[in-house]
T-cell receptor
Framework: KAGVTQTPRYLIKTRGQQVTLSCSPI?????VSWYQQTPGQGLQFLFE???????NKGNFPGRFSGRQFSNSRSEMNVSTLELGDSALYLC?????????????FGPGTRLTVL | SQQGEEDPQALSIQEGENATMNCSYK?????LQWYRQNSGRGLVHLIL?????REKHSGRLRVTLDTSKKSSSLLITASRAADTASYFC????????????FGKGITLSVRP
């Protein structure tokens, strides 16, 4: 089976812009979670989608949003980018109904905000 | 806030030696997992241990869980240069709407 894919792999944006990141889970996985990783804060949970519904949400401002499509692919959007949004954004998928079980991670999208 | 706290933050050993990494957590859990990350790439799942298990093995990996002390350890035996990576523990807290919570990680360097 193909693994989790994320596009794009690298992005450079300026403050105030918005960005959309995409994630395709492993075939058959219906749960998709997003994480932000920074050197200072480590890995922080953003949100989780299951069957096109947001099932769980971390402590991030409303500028961070996401959605999931009927084919389980997911996108996350960050509006009004700030310098502190520079991070590695990781997407992970898991088997149906087991979002806190083994997570399969994609390679990440490295976002740099200038 | 981080649920899992790994210890030490960094570890440097010689190839062939064993590496032991520890994780402590604060609340009751359903399971605890260990992941590896190579140089800013995606995380790779290593092993999952459930709250009713005390020890688990997978190849050169051995994980223990002590729920009374709220701690876990990951032992990598006969380390190799390819084991150089960051290692994270992640806990699945009990309760509704639980989500995996990761520690800040341990940087392991294995010198050839």
């Amino acid at each position: 089976k193909a693994g989790v894919t994320q596009t794009p792999r690298y992005l450079i944006k300026t403050r105030g812009q918005q960005v959309t990141l995409s994630c395709s889970p492993i075939s058959g996985h219906r749960s998709v979670s997003w994480y932000q990783q920074t050197p200072g804060q480590g890995l922080q949970f953003l949100f989780e989608y299951f069957s096109e519904t947001q099932r769980n949400k971390g402590n991030f401002p409303g500028r961070f949003s996401g959605r999931q499509f009927s084919n389980s692919r997911s996108e996350m959007n960050v509006s009004t980018l700030e310098l502190g949004d520079s991070a590695l954004y990781l997407c992970a998928s898991s088997l149906p109904g087991a979002s806190t079980d083994t997570q399969y991670f994609g390679p990440g999208t490295r976002l740099t905000v200038l | 806030s981080q649920q899992g706290e790994e210890d030490p933050q960094a570890l440097s050993i010689q190839e062939g030696e064993n590496a032991t990494m520890n994780c402590s957590y604060k609340t009751s859990i359903n399971n605890l997992q260990w992941y590896r990350q190579n140089s800013g790439r995606g995380l790779v799942h290593l092993i999952l241990i459930r709250s009713n298990e005390r020890e688990k093995h997978s190849g050169r990996l051995r994980v223990t869980l002590d729920t009374s002390k709220k701690s876990s350890s990951l032992l990598i035996t006969a380390s190799r240069a390819a084991d150089t990576a960051s290692y994270f523990c992640a806990t699945d807290p009990t309760g509704a709407n639980s989500k995996l919570t990761f520690g800040k990680g341990i940087t392991l360097s294995v010198r050839p």
